[in-house]
């Protein structure tokens, strides 16, 4: 494969060698104008390659700049992304599967914040499923602090859609880029709204009520903080719990999602207690949300969170932005509770 001068090459099996490498590569490759050649894409999984997925993600990265891509199919083991100029895009992206619409529109977001002008997308595939933060963890928590950080984006769900036929569908209105402010999230600041959402579709409400039972043994809430939402237009049965825990200067959720073989008390049982684990400890940003704050921190605005201990996905996401950025993350572990992550912006 002929690469262009000053492609940047990344080792897709690198870290936990997921389809995280390749999102994060492309939306710094389109947002920065930077050829960028990943190789072994997804090589650490059972199933290496482009899944419909990460396919989506390539096309609309390459929509959000008039990219050239090579390797963009099925399967494929490598893809070559060289970007053109960025521009705001009016688009229907068709994941053609359950997989995440939620990472695809991440994929995307940053190159359409930093264009000049307003995009629009509609997005199909999966809007809850097991491997990817949930609709609503996006439009809760971290739709919010992109706000703050000066990327507004107006998010609908139109249409859920569960593993594994999918069909669901949200609708994202991206704004130009205003002010850039840098982030600071080093407190939680005081309790506004917590709730459990369980969610259901084709299921009955009985496996809600013994979700919410068991997420209400765990954190001895009244029943005034649950909140059921039973879907009626969803190709197929689904079933999660969401907690939702408000404060002033953020909001976390934690998930679990129904499956087979897997009791409703199990599922409430195993969100709470991710919940009240979150809430034993007091740095404000959760695991998956400060692997989710690297990338817009690193190419807008920067700042400083305080977070628990740093997963391997967290450091997977260091290192691949590091590549294309330099050292531009550093942490400084306090306890296995407590790390200040600190990220220099570009902006």
């Not at 690198?14 to 389809?19: F, K, L, Q, R």
């Not at 970007?83 to 995440?100: F, H, N, T, Y």
């Amino acid at each position: 494969m002929n690469t262009p001068n000053h492609t940047i090459t990344i080792d897709g099996s690198s870290g936990e060698g997921g389809g995280q490498v390749l999102r994060t590569s492309l939306s710094l490759s389109a947002a920065l104008g930077v050829p960028v050649l990943v190789e072994n894409v997804r090589g650490g999984r059972k199933k290496p390659g482009l899944l419909r997925q990460h396919l989506a993600c390539v096309r609309v990265a390459a929509a959000t700049c008039d990219a050239d891509v090579v390797g963009a199919e099925l399967g494929s083991g490598e893809v070559l992304f060289t970007p053109g100029a960025l521009r705001p895009i009016q688009r229907v992206v068709k994941v053609g599967s359950a997989g995440s619409t939620t990472l695809v529109l991440q994929t995307a977001l940053l190159p359409l914040a930093l264009a000049n002008g307003t995009s629009t997308l509609e997005i199909q595939g999966g809007t809850h499923n097991p491997w990817a933060p949930p609709f609503e963890a996006l439009d809760l928590s971290f739709r919010p602090l992109l706000a703050a950080l000066g990327a507004r984006f107006e998010l609908i769900l139109a249409r859920h859609g569960f593993h594994p036929a999918g069909g669901g569908s949200i609708h994202v209105t991206m704004h130009a880029l205003a002010d850039v402010t840098p982030l600071s999230l080093l407190e939680r600041g005081a309790p506004t709204e917590h709730y459990v959402q369980t969610i259901t579709s084709q299921i009955a409400r009985r496996v809600a009520e013994r979700e919410w039972d068991a997420a209400r043994r765990v954190l001895a809430w009244p029943s005034e903080q649950w909140r059921n939402v039973q879907v009626e237009a969803a190709l197929c049965p689904g079933n999660l719990v969401n907690v939702v825990m408000g404060f002033e200067t953020i909001t976390e959720v934690t998930t679990a999602f129904g499956e087979r073989k897997k009791s409703a008390e199990h599922v409430g049982g195993e969100a709470a207690r991710a919940a009240r684990k979150y809430l034993e400890h007091d740095a404000p940003v959760g695991q998956h949300l400060a692997d989710q704050l690297l990338l817009p921190l690193a190419l807008l605005g920067g700042g400083t969170f305080r977070t628990s201990t740093p997963t391997p996905h967290f450091q997977t996401n260091v290192e691949t932005i590091a590549q294309f950025l330099g050292d531009v993350v550093t942490v400084e572990r306090h306890d296995e509770h407590d790390a200040i992550v600190t990220v220099r912006g570009r902006l």
